[in-house]
């Protein structure tokens, strides 16, 4: 079943510490995003890559930072630089010209 | 920058009856998409339907059709014999057009109850 695949489902962290989000996708999407999500909230943009190797600052990536070294793999760092860690953390990939699929998402908590 | 703006943070409906729900957006770009997502409890986001700005034809899926405004930048939806399944968070999104990977700028949602 080809999809997007998100872990954990839950996340716990202290305050202070660097945690990371795992996104794995296996439909041969070039683009791959990130996205948050707080209560009454619609998504927000963190960062989003179009290639291997290449990404780009969304409209909240201070204290975030992914890396993109295969194309099935876009990892989400939320560094204790983050001043408001706590939300939902979804993932997406999109195919040129089509619409954006989504993974499950990751709930963290900071303690 | 593009802004996305639903006006109504929650509708109710009957079963059976079509519910309108609004969104409107603002952009410079002539080249765009615009989408309906559902977010159903367990948060999986579902494209319901999709528009494409050059398109003048309305969108259609099932019970699912837009009424997409380009002048007036209003994109609604329309859900026609509403059904218990549908009661979910209903996202707008915008998407400018072009070969680039840009993400969607989204509105803040509408929580849409579904009334037995």
């Known amino acids: 079943d080809g999809g997007i695949t998100q872990s954990p489902k839950y996340l716990f962290r202290k305050e202070g510490q660097n945690v990371t989000l795992s996104c794995e996708q296996n439909?041969?999407?070039?683009?791959m995003y990130w996205y948050r999500q707080d209560p009454g909230q619609g998504l927000r943009l963190i960062y989003y890559s179009q290639i291997v190797n290449d990404f780009q600052k969304g409209d909240i990536a201070e204290g975030y930072s992914v890396s993109r070294e295969k194309k099935e793999s876009f990892p989400l760092t939320v560094t204790s630089a983050q001043k408001n860690p706590t939300a939902f953390y979804l993932c997406?990939?999109?195919?040129?010209?089509?619409?954006?699929?989504f993974g499950p998402g990751t709930r963290l908590t900071v303690l | 920058a593009q802004t996305v703006t639903q006006s109504q943070p929650e509708m109710s409906v009957q079963e059976a009856e079509t519910v309108t729900l609004s969104c409107t957006y603002d952009?410079?770009?002539?080249?765009?998409?615009l989408f309906w997502y559902k977010q159903p409890p367990s948060r999986q986001m579902i494209l319901v339907i999709r528009?494409?700005?050059?398109?003048?034809q309305n969108a259609t899926e099932n019970r699912f059709s837009v009424n997409f405004q380009k002048a007036a930048k209003s994109f609604s939806l329309k859900i026609s014999d509403s059904q218990l399944g549908d009661a979910a968070m209903y996202f707008c999104a915008y998407r400018r057009g072009g070969g680039g990977a840009d993400g969607l700028t989204f509105g803040k949602g509408t929580h849409l109850i579904i009334q037995p």
């Open positions: 528009q494409e700005a050059y398109k003048q």
């Open positions: 952009t410079s770009e002539s080249d765009y998409y």
């Open positions: 997406a990939s999109r195919e040129s010209y089509n619409e954006q699929f």
């Open positions: 439909l041969n999407h070039d683009a």
